[in-house]
């Protein structure tokens, strides 16, 4: 069953706007981990954050992780039109080693 | 350096006839995941090897479909007398180590196939 659900399904933006999509997920997780898929391609890595963490910084990116309300957000600012993709969220069950991903949000950044 | 590869890219075949789809992970990756993305969806998994041990074949929707990884290395996803909801872009993904999916996954640029 699909553990974390992103949150908008679609995005549209104006290049050097921020974006800001949501995670949310159902059981107790030691990390969450944010991908990006551009089209037609296979999945990148972004971030992990772990559950004692709150936030955590990667360039323009910024995820923030609430364990106490099972959320997430990945903010981008200053986007790009290179940054139009989806973005997924991923969570491994305790104890366990699949990740489990959302349906994603699609990111469009209009020049 | 080289990252994770999949063949063919595409692939059409029609109804009934099997196919096979490889994937070679990272050199030195233990773990390797097989997930399959239909149109606008998210990641479903299919099966997940590690090391020696067996592997969990626990998301694999039907009989049809099977997989196996020679030497610790190369895999195949085998779906036999496809129908059409196997449509689907199949990935690939492995990692250095599984353990607690704390490892981020590499993935391949899919499969794409399409069956008529």
């Known amino acids: 069953s699909q553990q974390g659900e992103e949150d908008p399904q679609a995005l549209s933006i104006q290049e050097g706007e921020n974006a800001t999509m949501n995670c949310s997920y159902k059981?107790?997780?030691?990390?969450l981990q944010w991908y990006r898929q551009n089209s037609g391609r296979g999945l990148v890595h972004l971030i992990l954050i772990r559950s004692n963490e709150r936030e955590k910084h990667s360039g323009r990116l910024r995820v923030t992780l609430d364990t106490s309300k099972k959320s997430s957000s990945l903010l981008i600012t200053a986007s790009r039109a290179a940054d139009t993709a989806s973005y997924f969220c991923a969570t491994p069950r305790s104890n366990d080693y699949k990740l489990s991903f959302g349906a994603g949000t699609t990111v469009t950044v209009r020049a | 350096g080289a990252g994770v590869s999949q063949s063919p890219s595409n692939k059409v075949t029609e109804k009934g006839k099997d196919v096979e789809l490889r994937c070679d992970p990272i050199?030195?990756?233990?773990?390797l995941y097989w997930y399959r993305q239909s149109l606008g969806q998210g990641l479903e998994f299919l099966i997940y090897f590690q090391g020696n041990s067996a592997p969990d074949k626990s998301g694999l929707p039907s009989d049809r479909f099977s997989a196996e990884r020679t030497g610790g290395s190369v895999s195949t996803l085998t779906i036999q007398r496809t129908q059409q909801e196997d449509s689907a872009v199949y990935l690939c993904a492995s990692s250095p180590t599984a353990t607690g999916g704390s490892s981020p996954l590499h993935f391949g640029n899919g499969t794409r196939l399409t069956v008529t």
């Open positions: 059981t107790s997780i030691n990390n």
């Open positions: 050199s030195g990756h233990t773990a």
